[in-house]
């Protein structure tokens, strides 16, 4: 047993110090903790990390020092090492990755002081190019959230932001779906974007540009994507039941982690659906939201709509699109939202068409940057 400390520390080196004691069997950290977090966890934890995502149900990821190690070395292995831009907070795993992958490469993270924005970002990027040694500029890292990099992409004019983005050999974007125009905006000006797929059970992204990293396994079960490796956390912190159902055995005895997100492989490609979870039913028939929402972003001046569910009652529930507004008014409400109808319509069918288009002053977020979809569900229903 070793002690568990909550931490809410934000600066770089003290946390990577406490992680490095962590890894070396003294007190584990614990991430987004709060009353109630037991003093002591087993031998070999080095992070707990307190996680409700965008479902608002509340988890304690306990992650050993060998499953942290396991992703880092594995990441380094597939894009390389260097120095990291610690750009998200380190109580999110992308966060604490970001650290233990500084200190498997014997180097200290630089952190964005004050509020990100594409002026902070490219300061922090100069100050990281800086050589620190006679071998010169190491290569350059840093993971973002997509609105992260569809904010910086919005200010490339500057020749500044575009210079502190081309000089990253890998910007490793997660914690949701790569809108597809994001990611062709960036190639076409050299930035070099790779998309990870992952989660805090996973010690982070184990997919990188649909290509499992080399000690993952992927495999398909009733439509479901599992992941194995020696990455994957030990379970949920006092939920033994919760760990049962979600870390599962198969008949050789392999640990998988029940990701609950549909997809598939194809031809060694991970393809991810969406959230088995995250499905309405409208009019009788199914309907992914995540589906939906990746068409929708498909769309000009919808790069960062996101799809929600609410009851419906001529049909029971049904599909609202809530996007900032902006591009979008370049149309108008009416003519967006049935440019997006008939588009979703092409690809999914009529009974998939969303219903309403809410456009707001910006979308609320988790701290992680991922959108929070309870509270803008919540919303549209208070203005339904």
Same mark, same amino acid.
């Given at each position: 047993?070793?002690?568990?400390?909550?931490?809410?520390?934000?600066?770089?080196?003290?946390?990577?110090? /406490?992680?490095?004691?962590?890894?070396?069997?003294?007190?584990?950290? %614990?991430?987004?903790?709060?009353?109630?977090? +037991?003093?002591?966890?087993?031998?070999?934890?080095?992070?707990?990390?307190a996680t409700s995502g965008s479902s608002g149900i509340p988890k304690r990821v306990a992650l050993?020092?060998?499953?942290?190690?396991?992703?880092?070395e594995a990441t380094a292995a597939r894009i390389g090492s260097g120095r990291w831009l610690l750009?998200?907070?380190?109580?999110?795993?992308?966060?604490?990755?970001?650290?233990?992958?500084?200190?498997?490469?014997?180097?200290?993270?630089?952190?964005?002081? %004050?509020?990100?924005? +594409?002026?902070?970002?490219?300061?922090?990027?100069?100050?990281?190019?800086?050589?620190?040694?006679?071998?010169?500029?190491?290569?350059?890292?840093?993971?973002?959230? +997509?609105?992260?990099?569809?904010?910086?992409?919005?200010?490339a004019e500057d020749t500044a932001v575009r210079a502190a983005l081309t000089a990253y050999r890998?910007?490793?974007?997660? %914690?949701?779906?790569?809108?597809?125009?994001?990611?062709?905006?960036?190639?076409?000006?050299?930035?070099?974007?790779?998309?990870?797929?992952?989660?805090?059970?996973?010690?982070?992204?184990?997919?990188?540009?649909? *290509?499992?990293?080399?000690?993952?396994?992927?495999?398909?079960?009733?439509?479901?994507?599992?992941?194995?490796?020696?990455?994957? /956390?030990? %379970?949920?912190?006092?939920?033994?039941?919760?760990?049962?159902?979600?870390?599962?055995?198969?008949?050789?005895?392999?640990?998988?982690?029940?990701?609950?997100?549909?997809?598939?492989?194809?031809?060694?490609?991970?393809?991810?659906?969406?959230?088995?979870?995250?499905?309405?039913?409208?009019?009788?028939?199914?309907?992914?939201?995540?589906?939906?929402?990746?068409?929708?972003?498909?769309?000009?001046?919808?790069?960062?709509?996101?799809?929600?569910? *609410?009851?419906?009652?001529?049909?029971?529930?049904?599909?609202?699109?809530?996007?900032?507004?902006?591009?979008?008014?370049?149309?108008?409400?009416?003519?967006?939202?049935?440019?997006?109808?008939?588009?979703?319509?092409?690809?999914?069918?009529?009974?998939?068409?969303? /219903?309403?288009?809410?456009?707001?002053?910006?979308?609320?977020?988790?701290?992680?940057?991922?959108?929070?979809?309870?509270?803008?569900?919540?919303?549209?229903?208070?203005?339904?």
């Open positions: 047993m070793v002690a568990l400390i909550p931490t809410d520390a934000e600066d770089p080196a003290q946390l990577r110090d /406490a992680l490095e004691r962590a890894f070396d069997g003294g007190p584990a950290l %614990g991430l987004g903790m709060v009353a109630g977090a +037991p003093e002591g966890v087993a031998d070999g934890i080095a992070a707990v990390i050993s020092g060998e499953a942290l190690r396991a992703s880092a750009a998200l907070p380190a109580g999110y795993v992308a966060g604490l990755q970001v650290l233990v992958r500084s200190i498997l490469a014997g180097t200290q993270p630089t952190r964005i002081e %004050g509020r990100f924005s +594409p002026e902070s970002f490219a300061q922090a990027t100069f100050e990281m190019m800086r050589p620190s040694s006679p071998s010169g500029i190491p290569d350059l890292y840093t993971s973002l959230v +997509p609105a992260q990099v569809a904010t910086l992409l919005d200010a890998a910007i490793l974007v997660g %914690g949701q779906a790569l809108p597809e125009p994001l990611r062709e905006r960036a190639a076409d000006l050299g930035v070099r974007l790779v998309r990870t797929y992952g989660s805090t059970e996973t010690s982070g992204g184990c997919v990188y540009d649909g *290509v499992p990293l080399d000690t993952v396994g992927v495999r398909v079960v009733d439509g479901e994507l599992r992941l194995a490796g020696p990455m994957l /956390a030990e %379970g949920y912190l006092g939920d033994g039941s919760l760990t049962a159902r979600t870390f599962v055995h198969d008949e050789h005895g392999i640990r998988w982690y029940r990701t609950g997100d549909l997809g598939l492989v194809e031809d060694g490609i991970v393809r991810v659906h969406g959230r088995a979870d995250n499905v309405i039913v409208s009019g009788g028939i199914n309907i992914s939201l995540d589906r939906v929402e990746r068409i929708v972003r498909r769309i000009a001046g919808l790069h960062e709509a996101v799809v929600v569910g *609410v009851e419906d009652e001529r049909w029971g529930e049904a599909s609202v699109i809530v996007a900032v507004r902006g591009e979008v008014l370049r149309r108008s409400e009416s003519e967006q939202l049935a440019h997006a109808r008939a588009v979703v319509e092409d690809e999914l069918g009529r009974h998939a068409r969303p /219903a309403r288009l809410i456009l707001v002053d910006e979308i609320d977020v988790l701290p992680s940057g991922k959108p929070d979809r309870e509270a803008i569900r919540r919303a549209v229903v208070e203005l339904h």
